[in-house]
């Protein structure tokens, strides 16, 4: 089935300094890639949504020049955090959508990344 | 607004136990309905769905049943294993977007 691989799964990084996450799909092209974010204890938050070949699309209330959006190719999206602060801490994942004539096999998930923010 | 709510966990079971999750959302229009489940260390990866009313989703064991009076989508399975241990989360589709629910730990004891 469809991979996404998501890199780093972890990182601690200090405050003021920028992270930057990358999905790739493995086997398939993704021209649109979901970002989420969870909170310990909370929903998976959809926060923007990337597509290849022009801007990323926010959600209410994400900060667009925090939070970078590239998504350059079809098999890479990356996610940036600029100038992180300790409530950046959180799990980041990517995600997606199912491939055309793939529907029921759903959205396929990166790892996530573990991000801490000292 | 749109959102789903789920059993809070952590969620402790002994090794054959019957397993019970609630999910319960709010919708409008008629949503397709998902559980996920994440293992340790690991990505989401769907565990079933379903499209429509009275639909039941099924997958290794595990069952859910779209009911559109109770607005509920409850996990089940019979005969719980150790593998089953993993965050389990509720989910519907809207507007080509994923609304999760905050997720439920399921641990299983031998």
């Known amino acids: 089935g469809a991979v996404v691989s998501q890199h780093p799964s972890w990182v601690i990084c200090k405050s003021g300094t920028s992270v930057k996450i990358e999905c790739r799909s493995l086997?398939?092209?993704?021209?649109?890639m979901f970002w989420y974010r969870q909170f310990p204890k909370q929903s998976l938050m959809l926060m923007a949504t990337?597509?290849?070949?022009?801007?990323?699309?926010?959600e209410q209330g994400v900060e667009k020049d925090k939070f970078l959006i590239n998504h350059a190719s079809l098999t890479l999206s990356t996610l940036t955090v600029t100038s992180a602060h300790p409530e950046d801490s959180s799990f980041y994942i990517c995600?997606?959508?199912?491939?055309?004539?793939?529907?029921?096999?759903?959205?396929?998930f990166g790892s996530g990344t573990r991000l801490t923010v000292v | 607004g749109n959102s789903v709510t789920q059993m809070e966990g952590p969620v402790t079971l002994s090794e054959e136990a019957f397993l019970t999750i609630n999910c319960t959302y709010t919708?409008?229009?008629?949503?397709?309905l998902f559980w996920y489940v994440q293992y340790p260390g690991e990505g989401l990866q769907l565990l079933l769905k379903a499209t429509k009313a009275d639909d039941k989703g099924s997958n290794k064991g595990f069952e859910a049943t779209y009911r559109k009076e109770t607005t509920s989508f409850h996990l089940e399975k019979g005969s719980v294993q150790v593998s089953d241990s993993a965050v389990y989360f509720c989910a519907y589709s809207s507007a080509s977007k994923i609304i999760f629910g905050s997720g439920t730990r399921l641990s299983i004891r031998p």
């Open positions: 086997d398939f092209q993704a021209t649109t």
């Open positions: 995600s997606a959508p199912p491939r055309q004539g793939f529907e029921r096999d759903g959205y396929t």
């Open positions: 919708a409008t229009g008629y949503p397709s």
């Open positions: 990337s597509n290849e070949g022009s801007k990323a699309t926010y």
